[in-house]
């Protein structure tokens, strides 16, 4: 029994660290975000933005976070312990908006969500299951928008990476080509495991992957959706221009782990809008995506330690 109580003890004090660590750097990040400003630039920026823009840069957002939590309720299924929507939801909502501004999502956010999933009777191995399948519907995500972007903007990429027409085209067809071979795969194999360089990967069932791939996409086609209302408060520019833009940043966000994709929206903008002063859309689209939601998730994590530590709690909820 002492044993037993010692383990539980620790666990609650690791959740605890968890949570007071994670709440102290979300605010150090969004001290360091605002501090670059002068506060009555960022009033000035920010009132300058007409507020049916703000309304739907919002609305996006929060569909992108909805997909989000879709992620993590499809991976559980993927993982073979399915939870329900709430418990899914709280746990995706709450690691991915600390994980989004941290960086290094694929460790901050995994830390939390195996806090969450634990308390809830997953495995370490059924947590990594649902990481890893979170992390493979990003990129299935990042490649169909990019494809997209690619095929329906070639001149954009052209002007941005000095490369022809012809080999744009090549590059958004494989990044097309591959989504459409794994959705076939999970229809021949579905359920089966495939092994690759000595691993064992089991591919997820037909409609699994098939949900995995629509939602992935959806989510950043919000993403870029709430981007393109914060820059159009500037200027006109095409949906699909910002989109595939917002795409070859968010690979280049992924690869550096900036916190809060420090540096990356901006040159976003700045490309696409090279004279204009940026700040305004900048921050509109950091406040939307980044600032808010980690506000929310930071209060989230605090009160879930605060209320699914006691003894019992879990099965209450």
Known sequence: MKKSSGRSSLKRFLGWAIAVVAVILS???LYRTLSKYDW???VQAVTAVPLQRMAFALAFTAASYLCLTGFDWLALRYAGHPLAYPRAALASFTSLSLGHNIGFAALSSGA????FYSRWGLSAEEVAKVIVFCGFTVGLGLSILGGIGLIANPGLAERVIGIR??????????????PAV???????LGGRAVHLRGRRLEMPRFRLALAQTVIGTLNFAFVAAA????ISALAE???LEVAAVYVSANVATLITHA???LGVIESVVLYLLPQAHLIGAVLVFRFAYFLLPLFMGSILLALSEALLSRPGAETAS
């Open 40 to 42: 009555n630039e960022l």
């Open 259 to 261: 916190p809060g994709g």
């Open 237 to 239: 520019v095409a949906y």
């Open 112 to 115: 939390i969500r195996y806090r």
């Open 227 to 230: 981007l393109h209302q914060a």
């Open 182 to 188: 794994y959705i076939l795969l999970a229809g021949f």
């Open 27 to 29: 605010g150090y990040l």
């Open 165 to 178: 027409r012809q080999t744009v085209y090549l590059i958004g067809g494989i990044c097309l080509a591959w």
